[in-house]
């Protein structure tokens, strides 16, 4: 297969970015995305090294940076925004489970970054996430000590709560619901952990407290509001449901009835 | 210099032993931890977890990882699930048990000692989870839920869906957050260690590249745990993740540190197969599969032919017509053999011609009898999203055709040599989970590896690392201007100029390519002396055009993965050369590592215990010198070294 690749690039955190257009051809049908840009990756460094290829006028901002890590879907680390959508045009997969099948042969390609003013790019496709981590810190965890427990079995949880935990607990950070949300809100991310923390006993006494603390430090680091356009629910590669967010804010109001 | 490899292993009854050890180890006044400063390297469940349970004691750690975020360590992509010998199934397991199995599974090449002590601390990992809010598999009354995996006889495996590694990582790396936010741990991410630092012959700090400025920066400390995971990606196809490399293991081990049974690499029998030349990456597919998916080919050559023409569809080949070649060969474990002996009679089917794709690298994992017998839906909430993962990759619906699936390395046994308190051959220095050498022999059973990340993070290296630090408090912290640091840094700077230096024409990865091919040929599923010779010649040649002819494009001091992969690989060379030593020095058959010399009349492994029962460390002796062999002879006072049986 034959693609044109319109790719955002941009040096570091300060210079401006700009789309180039790359063509690429011998792709197999089978091949996953980010092994179709490995391949132009390839093909970057060697024209970029190739006095001739420059001399034919060909762009050598080097090879694409973007990141990546597990390719099965759950590390989280891929992100990308692919002809308008994040992860691409298939429903429920990480840019890492997307495969070239899903593509016209012969289409062009907008690849670009996450956007949000809370994700900064570090370069190219690659964004700083790093908020993420310090909505975290900010309560979402039991504060136990290693060595403090008691026996599994000595809380019984009935299936279906911790079934309904493990799909909130399914998220994988990438962030995709932030890039995709008009306000750049971080609010089905931060109800994924608050949620799935408060339908097990063991996360119940922190439970008000964990989603005061989480949203405080959600829009103290620049995310947006929640509008209910349920866009981040649709575009969640791990299909979180925009539930978790009125149980978010149950526990909310609960924190501030408390005050 | 023998008299290093000192395993430090209590003596007494094996059951006692951990308790002995704790009740002699030097513990640390807390008004005298936070003045201690520890390097953890690696945020996988070891060392988030280690990170987390030294913060909560009260020392200050520095925890380092080369992805944007602690959480995106590839302890992550574990699927199936975590033992602990909770015998909840009231089928007779125990602590015993799992020690047992463990030590057969890893066929006679680990230490009693430290497997009993993992098996020991096992349930309270479970149990620790569970308060952390991992959301485990429950049965309808509200109880622990557990499976089977292989190599064993009993239901011991806990699990949250196909995604327990996960849910375990998002509970240390939660309870890390907590240390972060309670100000006892700093957390340095898109940062790579790419040196040790040693004073006076102490592991004192690190040289870490920060990935997105791309400056070389000083960390000191007044020890030093690495917890980096293995390096499996040598063979450049694995399933591992792709940044997942064996460089801060390596460095420690070019300081001193001796590298124990680099040639035990898993090779995990449930892979996707190789689609075509662009692939990257294998993904794996749970042994949990195993649990009610039949491994088969068919009997008929001509059915072979026919699949592979694509005339005919697998679920038409008769029940008669499939050789289910596990159960047939293995009837008392059949389908849940452990990986290395179900990997190599993967491998003999496909060898012998009856592999069913075009490729000839594939066997069918089948759920078609599972589905008849426990109906969809229970099919569907124990493995729905691995057939959803497996339909996304493939196009096939596992559903109405069974997987296609092939052997890939996965995990590597071998690691840092540590003692039993995990410290390496340098003081001050470290190594957990994935990292060390000390608890899987030869092979790992499944679900095995979380559970010794966490023993490892949790419950041993908190307890065995005050030891060292309880004399140190007076000591003054770390000084980073300390010449030992310069030269470390300079020696780092050296390597990086080079390879920009050398401007030639074949992008790293291409290359890796090629040492993935020398690796998988000659020190894969099948290892021979002459092969074995020919891979340590032909690795030597290509870190050769590495050198004369590798392009790393950009600039060192800006975000650039290609100088990353660059650094990987240079150490990826020298990986690859010492498991091949190890496994030409290694003549017998164990585990995963089987010589072709050393093979029963069935083809089965031959292990020789006479000349081989001990574990291979190396010290490296320097650049191109031959590193030298250190034997710690492997001592089984507590049970009966017997060949592996999995037939009766």
């Known amino acids: 297969m034959d693609f044109n690749l319109k790719i955002w690039r941009q040096k570091n955190a300060h210079e401006k970015g700009h789309f180039e257009t790359y063509h690429i051809s011998g792709i197999e049908e089978d091949a996953s995305f980010l092994e179709m840009l490995d391949i132009l990756n390839e093909q970057l460094i060697r024209e970029g090294n190739d006095p001739v290829a420059v001399e034919r006028g060909c762009q050598s901002s080097g090879p694409v940076s973007f990141d990546h890590d597990c390719r099965e879907g759950i590390c989280g680390a891929c992100s990308l925004y692919i002809d308008g959508r994040a992860h691409g045009p298939d429903d429920h997969v990480t840019t890492c489970q997307l495969f070239m ?15 949000s003013p809370a994700f900064p790019i570090i370069k190219d496709l690659v964004v700083d996430r790093s908020a993420f981590d310090k909505i975290l810190q900010a309560g979402g965890f039991i504060s136990v ?41 971080a609010m089905l991310f931060v109800a994924a952990r ?23 430090k959600m829009e103290e680091l620049g995310f947006g509001g929640c509008t209910n356009t349920r866009a981040c629910e649709m575009e969640c590669p ?15 109001l609960k924190a501030k009835f408390r005050d | 210099m023998a008299e290093k490899l000192i395993s430090k292993i209590p003596d007494g009854p094996l059951a006692e032993k951990w308790t002995k050890r704790k009740s002699e180890l030097r513990l640390v006044n807390p008004n005298n931890r936070r003045k201690l400063e520890i390097i953890v390297v690696g945020t996988g469940l070891g060392g988030a977890s280690a990170a987390a349970s030294l913060g909560e004691l009260g020392y200050n750690v520095k925890v380092f990882c080369i992805s944007d975020s602690p959480r995106r360590a590839h302890s992550i992509a574990a699927q199936g699930g975590i033992n602990a010998a909770k015998n909840y199934q009231n089928d007779n397991d125990a602590v015993y048990r799992l020690f047992y199995d463990t030590i057969k599974g890893g066929d006679y090449r680990s230490r009693e000692a430290n497997v009993y002590r993992l098996a020991e601390v096992s349930a309270a990992i479970i149990d620790q989870c ?17 499976r089977s995996f292989g190599g064993v006889q009993v239901s011991r495996t806990f699990y949250a869906r196909g995604q327990t590694g996960q849910q375990l990582l998002l509970g240390a790396y939660a309870a890390l957050n907590r240390q972060v936010a309670a100000g006892t741990v700093t957390s340095y991410p898109r940062h790579e260690m790419l040196d040790l630092v040693i004073i006076n012959g102490q592991a004192k700090g690190i040289i870490a590249r920060n990935l997105v400025t791309g400056k070389l920066e000083r960390f000191g400390a007044h020890a030093v745990v690495i917890a980096t995971g293995g390096y499996g990606n040598t063979y450049f196809l694995s399933t591992n993740a792709m940044n997942s490399n064996g460089s801060a293991a390596w460095q420690c081990y070019k300081k001193g540190a001796y590298f124990a049974n680099p040639c035990f690499a898993q090779i995990h029998p449930t892979c996707i197969p190789v689609h075509g030349e662009q692939q990257c990456k294998l993904t794996l597919m749970s042994e949990s599969l195993r649990n009610d998916g039949r491994i088969w080919v068919p009997k008929k050559m001509e059915d072979v032919m026919k699949l592979r023409k694509k005339q005919i569809k697998p679920s038409q080949i008769p029940e008669e017509d499939r050789d289910y070649y596990l159960e047939r060969r293995y009837p008392a474990f059949g389908n849940l053999v452990p990986r ?3 990997s190599r009679a993967a491998k003999e089917r496909c060898d012998a011609g009856f592999g069913v794709n075009e490729t000839g690298l594939a066997v069918f994992l089948d759920f078609s009898d599972a589905i008849k017998r426990l109906g969809h839906q229970r099919v569907q909430e124990r493995y729905g999203n691995l057939f959803d993962m497996y339909f996304k990759i493939n196009n096939v619906s596992p559903w109405e055709e069974p997987m296609m699936i092939y052997p890939a390395i996965h995990y590597t046994m071998g690691g840092i040599w540590v003692d039993y308190d995990l410290q390496t051959t340098i003081p001050g220095l470290y190594a957990i989970g994935e990292a060390n050498f000390s608890d899987h022999g030869g092979n790992r059973l499944g679900a095995s590896a979380l559970m010794q990340g966490l023993a490892d993070g949790y419950f041993v290296l908190p307890v065995t690392i005050a030891d060292y630090l309880s004399n140190k408090f007076a000591e003054p912290k770390t000084d980073i201007n300390d010449p030992a640091f310069e030269e470390a840094e300079k020696a780092v700077q050296a390597r990086i100029d080079r390879l920009f230096s050398i401007k030639g024409k074949r992008t790293v990865d291409s290359i890796h390519k090629k040492l993935g091919n020398i690796m998988w040929e000659y020190v894969g599923m099948a290892r021979s002396e002459e092969g074995l010779k020919k891979a ?11 050198y004369e002819d590798v392009c790393v494009p950009g600039e060192q001091n800006q975000f650039n993965q290609e100088l990353e992969k660059a650094l990987r690989l240079e150490d990826f060379f020298e990986i690859g050369e ?14 995963g590592h089987f010589r072709v010399e050393s093979q029963t009349e069935e083809g089965e492994a031959k292990r020789d215990d006479a000349n081989y029962m001990y574990v291979a460390a190396w010290e490296y002796k320097g650049e191109d010198k031959e590193p030298e062999l250190h034997k710690e002879p492997l001592k089984y006072e507590f049970i009966e070294v017997k060949t592996r049986n999995y037939k009766e």
């Open chain 1, 101 to 115: 099948r899903h593509f016209k042969d012969g289409a062009t390609i907008t690849v670009e970054p996450f956007r």
């Open chain 1, 145 to 185: 000590r290693t060595g403090a427990a008691q026996d599994g079995n000595a809380i019984l949880i009935p299936h279906e709560e911790a079934e309904k935990s493990m799909d909130a607990a399914a998220c994988v950070g990438c962030g995709a619901c932030v890039a995709t949300c008009k306000n750049g809100s």
């Open chain 1, 194 to 216: 608050v949620s799935s923390l408060a339908l097990l006993p063991q996360g119940r006494p922190e439970a008000a407290r964990r989603a005061k603390n989480m949203v405080a």
């Open chain 1, 238 to 252: 791990k299909g979180i449901s925009i539930d978790h967010i009125a149980r978010l804010n149950r526990e909310f």
């Open chain 2, 130 to 146: 569970v308060a952390q809010g991992v959301p485990f598999a429950r049965e309808y009354g509200g109880y622990l839920a557990n």
């Open chain 2, 340 to 342: 290395d002996v179900a």
């Open chain 2, 536 to 546: 340590i010649e032909e690795i030597k040649e290509l870190k050769k055009e590495f």
């Open chain 2, 578 to 591: 010492l498991m091949a030593r190890d496994a030409l020095n290694r003549n017998e058959s164990c585990g």
